[in-house]
């Protein structure tokens, strides 16, 4: 099998056996906690929503856990499993109690409106109502905000690297999942209800409103928004904008699979923020929450596990192999962390530096010991060479040098 192949390839097998042996062959790392995650958040969600029956909530659980089983179904659904846990989420806030939540924030939008843009734009927008507006701002508000996220993971599934489309829905979930937990925490009323109560108090007995959505089952005569939009599980969460933050998180992804279509991915985004203030459901302040929201979410996965999209590859099975993260964005975090091994490295080098002096010296003492240890095996040496005499010899010398001078004396004679 060649390298593209093993990759790209997707798994065929219903045998949940291969499953539970992956699960049991894994070796589980502090990264794995997002599935904990998961895990709490659905089944908080599951024991107090009150609108399903328990059978129904433990059939759920066993189908999903099936999916969740087969390796041919695992492979989609499992990254599915942060949308899910969103989803499962939203429709149960409407059975938190009362008395968990805190107060709603009805002032404090339109004070920020105020004070960072000068007037209220979202009811400067929904001033001017005609029928051509409303078709306009329904498109991507009623109908691409439903279906952007699905055809955003088909797209991205065929044209990015392996492993690209599974990341983008694990961050379009937990970016959803933050939002909620943030409206939850933070609770704010839109502008729909600034034009009907005004600024009175508001309080979780209050139902939701379709707002300029209404006129749009008027053109259509179909009840698609009044009675879903009324009965909301989480009316009060208008801050931050999770229309505009969904749409980031898709623009933000596809751009780097498709960068000449950029321009036309943020005319999309431009779109979706007018439409959301100009159908009086969001302030400008809370699509600037939601861009910020996305953005954060997906510099954490493109820094960390994104997988890098080669120019030269057209689908995913052209991929020979994966690069993971970019090195461009690492930010602050990578340069202090690049000053920090800086600082480490020069340490080593000084230490390196203090230690080649001392060894250094050691050799030269050690060179000094040698030399006199070797001029003084050289006098030794010397003195080894000298013959050896003895007393006997001496009287030898002795006598052979008297009988010479003998000799002379008798020649002379």
């Not at 409103?209 to 009840?223: E, H, Q």
Request: hydrophobic share 45%; charged share 20%.
């Amino acid at each position: 099998m060649s390298p593209a192949s093993s990759i790209s390839k997707l798994d065929t097998s219903f045998d949940p056996r291969i499953t539970i042996r992956r699960l049991r062959d894994h070796r589980w790392q502090l990264r794995d906690a997002h599935w904990l995650i998961c895990l709490a958040v659905i089944t908080f969600a599951l024991t107090i929503n009150i609108k399903f029956a328990l059978w129904m909530k433990l059939g759920f659980v066993v189908f999903y856990s099936t999916l969740l089983l087969m390796p041919v179904t695992s492979q989609f659904w499992l990254p599915f499993s942060p949308i899910l846990t969103w989803l499962v989420l939203f429709f149960s806030c409407g059975s938190i109690p009362s008395a968990w939540r805190p107060g709603i924030w009805v002032r404090l939008l339109p004070a920020l409106e105020n004070i960072f843009y000068g007037l209220n734009i979202s009811n400067m927008l929904s001033a001017h109502q005609n029928v051509v507006f409303d078709i306009l701002a329904w498109i991507p508000y009623g109908l691409t905000h439903f279906a952007a996220p699905f055809v955003c993971t088909a797209l991205l599934f065929f044209f990015g690297p392996p492993g690209y489309a599974p990341l983008f829905a694990k961050t379009f979930g937990y970016m959803n999942i933050c939002g909620v937990c943030i409206q939850l925490v933070f609770p704010c009323s839109p502008p729909w209800y600034e034009n009907k109560y005004g600024l009175a108090p508001a309080d979780y007995s209050m139902e939701g409103s379709p707002a300029g959505l209404a006129r749009v089952d008027l053109i259509t005569g179909l009840d698609m928004y009044t009675s879903s939009f009324t009965a909301s599980p989480l009316v009060f969460g208008a801050f931050p904008s999770l229309h505009a933050a969904s749409a980031t998180t898709e623009v933000l992804f596809m751009s780097l699979v498709f960068p000449k279509m950029a321009p036309v991915f943020g005319v999309y985004v431009g779109w979706m923020c007018w439409a959301t203030m100009y159908l009086s459901h969001h302030y400008a302040v809370d699509l600037v929450g939601g861009a910020l929201l996305a953005g954060t979410c997906f510099y954490v996965t493109r820094s960390h596990w994104l997988p890098r999209v080669q120019s030269a590859k057209f689908f995913r099975w052209d991929y020979e192999y994966i690069e993971r993260g970019d090195e461009d964005v690492e930010g602050p975090i990578k340069a202090a962390f690049e000053l920090l091994q800086q600082d480490e490295q020069e340490e080593v080098v000084d230490d390196d530096r203090e230690f080649g002096e001392q060894e250094k010296m050691l050799e030269m003492n050690e060179h000094k010991t040698w030399r006199s240890n070797g001029r003084s095996s050289s006098l030794d040496s010397q003195r080894s060479n000298r013959p050896l005499h003895s007393p006997v010899d001496d009287d030898d010398r002795k006598y052979s040098s008297d009988a010479d001078t003998l000799a002379g004396d008798d020649n002379r004679v």
